[in-house]
């Protein structure tokens, strides 16, 4: 096996299968329903965003904290961000109420035993658009979002490299979990989409998804004064995909295997 087989297996085997998806849809259409019934006119309309909106998620057991976004909008939009957390709680704790319910700032941690739902709450008017709690670091109580507006960027991005950057986000997003999550997701997602991926955007088209893991890896910084496991985890994967790469190209394909397994544990998947 090739090291791009490798890593194109284990992109595959990332994505959702129907049964698992379908089980989704249904927590989401079920969780909609709860919702009006529960707030009635409180609540203008909710809306799924996220790596589930964008084929970006994992399966559980890649990553046991694979969850779906759900922003609630709520139509009075005249309070603080823990009021709406609090009633999301209360709603939670009310309508689910044998599930796990934890509020993880700025967001209200519903899980389910197939699936987490991270539910945000959210306001909007005419003049500031979306906006969603603020991070705890921020000193301000709220934010301007655009929930989807990534999406596109990610799709564009996705076409432009012969639908190669989705497979290698969910690689990575699968690297970082096994990792203890030196990055948090989202960021990670845009670091890779983002990346421009320039000189393999020259050459013709033949890449393959070790070429953009490799490139990735080769510029991917964690950052001045970040702190030490974040750096080490970094150095770890790039001292061990450039053996792995270095391996491979001198024919030791089992050995180049086995060593980007290091980063990549296959646990099942690839059979």
Partial sequence: MTINSYLTGIANASILRDQAKLGIQRSIATL?????????NDISRSLVFGSYSRGTILQRGM?????????????????????????????ASFRYSRS?????????????????????????????GLQIPAPASDYRDWIQTDPTGFNQELTQANQAHSNLIKPLVRVMKY???????PFESYGLEQAIVRHGF????????GQQLKDYFFDFVEGLSAGWGELQGKQNAVNRL???????RTLESSGNFAAADATIAKLLPPLGLLA
């Fill in 100 to 128: 796990e319910i934890t509020q993880s700032n700025p967001t209200i941690v519903l899980s389910l035993n197939h699936i987490r739902f991270e539910l945000v709450p959210a306001t909007e008017s005419w003049f500031s």
């Fill in 238 to 244: 790039k001292q061990i995909a450039a053996q792995a």
């Fill in 175 to 181: 690297w970082n979990a096994k990792a203890g999550y």
């Fill in 198 to 205: 320039f000189f393999l955007g020259l050459l013709n088209n």
């Fill in 32 to 40: 909609n329903t709860r919702l009006k019934e529960h707030f009635v």
């Fill in 63 to 91: 990553d046991p904290y694979s969850d779906v976004d759900l922003m609630v909008v709520f139509a009075d939009g005249s309070y603080r961000p823990q009021t709406y957390l609090d009633q999301l709680r209360r709603f």
